[in-house]
């Protein structure tokens, strides 16, 4: 995962509950096939944590992937997406062009 000063600060985190747990899996019911793969995936993230050697390294591996791969179902997917369809067509208002350059975003 790139750099990023938004996530590489430290930062007291609260911990999951049951809820939490419950609230970001409730899309998956009736996809059983989706459900089960992401049992296994957290099951092998487990198992880096619990089983000597400890694979801490690769546990952070497949958790960084695994909040990339749910990037493309989040609304910042389609947002940015319309922010580049304005942007090459020409259309941003002044106030998006400002936020994208304070973004770094360079056209």
Excluded at 45 to 73: F, R, S
Excluded at 82 to 93: E, F, N, P, S, W
């Amino acid at each position: 995962m790139p750099e990023n000063s938004n996530t590489e600060k430290p930062r007291e985190q609260q911990p999951l509950d049951a809820e939490d747990w419950e609230l970001a899996f409730a899309p998956l019911k009736g996809h059983t096939n989706a459900a089960l793969n992401m049992g296994f995936n957290l099951m092998v993230l487990l198992a880096y944590l619990k089983i000597e050697p400890l694979k801490i390294q690769e546990a952070i591996e497949g958790i960084e992937h695994g909040i990339e791969a749910l990037y493309p179902y989040t609304q910042f997917h389609d947002v940015c997406h319309d922010m580049y369809i304005k942007v090459v067509g020409g259309d941003l208002t002044l106030e998006e062009e400002e936020m994208l350059k304070k973004l770094g975003i360079k056209f």
